[in-house]
């Protein structure tokens, strides 16, 4: 099975690809075989066009043939998040609200990733509106693991993770926003990136909380998210929050360092709740990089104990003015019962969206309704500052910090039902939204029962080459890529 086509890294996949040992068709006939062989079980996928697809992988064979092949992606099937807009294909946000709408326009990064050469392949399933960590909040129904079928793919770009852990798509794009791609990553066995904020642009990414958002790569081996963040990072003038600053060569730089570097081991990270079987794996890659000459040195950021609630301060509140404008009117759903102008607005929001997102709007307006505007969103602000302090305190005396992703491994569909419990899966991951820095989770083992495991690697703002080359000195170490779920 790890022959398989499906199961390759890009990296490999390029030199078939430039050899001519395959065709971009062939292998995109591959991943197509292999999603309608698979995905009646992982349920990864919200739609797919296959013909299109078959398209697009034609139009690249003919460029290659030209002598005009655009690089590393060429020809590469890749997967999106369904909520990046792709022109012409359905984009749902896997909710009611948006079950009937298609995309007008490319986001920045599927334009970019056309450019590239790349095949789009397929919108994936996530939390509604991105909002949850387990994939179960998808009004279509949840994605499972393919580690193990009763359990969850993580979230909430749960289908992105599920896809390509299940051999569906080369490498996909989800969006984090506070955990969203490191921990489907590690609860899914495959490398998750989420870059500084402002590193790639948020145009035609259906906004959740847009201080906190950034789109990011999931992907088989650290060298492929290298690809991957190349292709989509960069300045761009349709998102304001966007970075004017050149785009490294992340794969080289990833290569080119080597170490020893000074890492950080937060205190805060390894307290109540930490499974034993994680924090042994995490216990064990500190020891590695210690072992490779690396300084590790125990750290503190005293306000993490505060990130949790903050950021569903400030998360649920930007939600509920980036979901306003889903009011039946102008797109989405409409309430066939409304008798008026209110009442459409009303039903429409009643019927569309699902009980975590009105949840979370209805957190966000109270947050944000005056006379609680100080009490909790200011507030927040403040403490949000603190919490971006203690990293850069952190930052005077170590180069990156190295922690559990999540705190347990990938746990049964239904196991969380209250909120809360699904929140606090998000401890490790938020600060890191929180304070606009870059974070990436890279697979270091299983657990006993064979659900693997991830280690989240923080860096510096801006310092993505840098994490990456720490990541790959790890990875290449140990085989734990070389492992795929068996979906008989
Ligand atoms: N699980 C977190 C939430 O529910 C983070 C989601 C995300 O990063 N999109 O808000």
Known sequence: MADELFFKPIAELGALLETKAVSSVELTRAVIARTKAVDGRVRAFNSYDEADAIAQAAASDVRRAAGQARGPLEGIPIGLKDVISVAGQPLTASSKMLANFVSPYDATVTAKLKGAGAVIWGRLNCDEFAMGSSTENSAFGPTVNPWDLTRVPGGSSGGSSAALAAGEAIATLGSDTGGSIRQPAALCGVVGLKPTYGLVSRYGLIAFASSLDQIGPFARTVEDAAIMLEAIAGHDPLDSTSFKADVPDYRAEAKRHQGPWRLGIPKEYFGAGLDPEVNAAVERAIAFYRAQGCEIKEVSLPHTQYCLDTYYIIATAEASSNLARYDGIRYGHRSKEAKDAVDIYFKSRAEGFGPEVKRRIILGTYVLSSGYYDAFYL???????????????????????????????????????????????DIYTIGVNLAGLPALSVPCGFTAGGL??????????????????????????????LKHPVLP
């Open 379 to 425: 507030r927040a602000q403040k403490v949000r500052t603190l919490i971006r302090q203690d990293f850069l305190n952190a930052y005077r005396e170590v180069d990156a910090l190295l922690t559990p992703t999540s705190p347990v491994p990938a746990f049964k569909l239904g196991e969380k039902s209250d909120p809360l419990a699904l929140y606090l899966c």
């Open 452 to 481: 693997p495991i991830g280690l989240q690697l923080i860096g510096q703002p801006f310092a993505e080459a840098n994490l990456l080359a720490m990541a790959r000195v790890y990875e290449q170490a140990h085989d734990w890529r």
